[in-house]
Nanobody
Framework: VQLQASGGGLVQVGGSLRLSCVASGRTIVTYNMGWFRQAPGKEREFVAAISWSGDNTYYADLVKDRFAISRDGTKNTMHLQMNGLKPEDTAIYYC?????????????????WGQGTQVTVSS
């Protein structure tokens, strides 16, 4: 599975961005999917995850109520709608695919990773 993240950019505080992750090589309809981010000088951290069915979503405390993860099985894509962006959301955002199941907040549970897309929030 190859994952391609896109949609990052420069946005002002309080603005919104919608990240997308497109899979190729094989279908991801049976994979759980997640977003992680890495800010400069910091460890990569969990942002959000969605189960293979789309019925269950999970969020880091720092982003819940502002971010929304979704997926479109027919298009082999996943999205992260980010609203109310803050400077501390500035990071490279990575999408990833998980085969084995929870816990979804652990990087080592993910089998495939995209290359990342830069999100910069200016104050």
């Amino acid at each position: 599975v190859q994952l391609q993240a896109s949609g990052g950019g420069l946005v002002q505080v309080g603005g919104s961005l919608r990240l997308s992750c497109v899979a190729s090589g094989r279908t991801i309809v049976t994979y759980n999917m997640g977003w992680f981010r890495q800010a400069p000088g910091k460890e990569r951290e969990f942002v959000a995850a969605i189960s293979w069915s789309g019925d269950n979503t999970y969020y880091a405390d720092l982003v819940k109520d502002r971010f929304a993860i979704s997926r479109d099985g027919t298009k082999n894509t996943m999205h992260l709608q980010m609203n109310g962006l803050k400077p501390e959301d500035t990071a490279i955002y990575y999408c990833a695919a998980n085969v084995a199941g929870p816990p979804y907040n652990l990087q080592n549970r993910y089998n495939y990773w995209g290359q990342g897309t830069q999100v910069t929030v200016s104050s």
